[in-house]
Each structure stands twice: as C-alpha cells, then as structure tokens.
C-alpha cells in the first residue's frame, strides 16, 4: 500500500508541474495497468472500502485510485496517465454534472470513456439513496455527530428541505467529514444494496 500511494503522491506532484520520472519509474516497478480517475478523497474512500469488502487487493492487482482534487483536471491526469503518457488503462466515476469533463478529458488524451460510470447526483447522494434516511442517520449517530446534526437541522435553510438533502449537505459542511462517512456508509451496505456507479466500476477494474 505504501508504494502505491508513492505512486499517486508522484502522480499528483506530476500533474502540478513536477517531473514525470518518478511515476513512470513506480508505474513500472508496481506493474500498474489502470488507474481509476476520481474526482476526490471522498469517493477514494468509498472505492477503496468496497474494494476491501470484497477482497480485493486493487494495488497487488496493478489497480490505482487516484483522486484528482476536482473533475477540471481530469484532462491533464488522463494526459498523463493514457495513451499520452504513460499508457495505462482508465476508468473513472463521476457526478452528473461534472460527466462533460470526463468526456472532453479522456477524448482529448484519446482514451476510451465506456469506463467511466456516472452518478446521478454525486457519490454521497448514491449511498444515502441505498441505505435510506432513517439507516444513514443511525450511523450519524453511532458516530457521535447527533449534537451537531442536531444544530444542523435547526439552520433556517434546512427547514423543509427533503431529509436525502439535509443528509447529503451536512456530510459536506465539515473538513474530513464526506471522506469518514464515504468509508462508513459503504461498509454498512447489504450487498444487494451498492449503488451501481460504483458497483459497475469495481467489476469493470
């Protein structure tokens, strides 16, 4: 796990400007064949708890996860990680709004985008869906956040909004708290009940 979280580290310092050298050296050493294009640390999270789940060493598999701090840059990491550069296979998953730049992206760097799985909202939005409310704010509170979902829930903007919205808000309204909960709602689902994006990226990786 620590080499291939070199690898991203190179990855991103690649990506900012740095040199390509040392993630072309990883790429090689780790035998990496995909990379999997995320928007954030969030869905990194959800990714690499259902992977876990299911047993999957996606590292030892030549599998890395990569989150990219935002769906703009997903031209320049497919770039470099695509047939441009160092010509590995590419998979991603993606908001709603936010599938345009992954289709510009991955065109313009030539690399295929049927890969690239599509959530309708985002993923946070996807995982409140499959668990329902009333089970997502159970974890809520086995997580000791009820006092602040509490103070939440009194802000005048909350007030009649879908309860699916007020949950989907407040996971986003602290630092550190989307990527807890994108681990914690993954590993409380039924089989069964994994959204497909994600379902449908795991099989496809």
Known sequence: MADIRGFRDAVADWANGGPGGPASELAARLRVRTAVLLEGLSDL???EALAERRGRDLAA??????????AMSVGRYAG???PPGLGLRLAGLCDEREQGWYTRGLRRARAPHRDVFVCVSDL??????ALGTARVEEIVHAEGDQRPWRTFLHQPAQHGRPRQRQLRRFLGTRAGRKIRYGRLLVEALAPEQVPAPLDDLLTSV
């Open 124 to 129: 946070e939005d996807e995982l409140i869906r």
């Open 61 to 70: 598999e030549g599998v890395c996860v990569v989150p990219m701090g935002g």
């Open 80 to 82: 470099l990680l695509g």
């Open 45 to 47: 999270a959800a990714v």
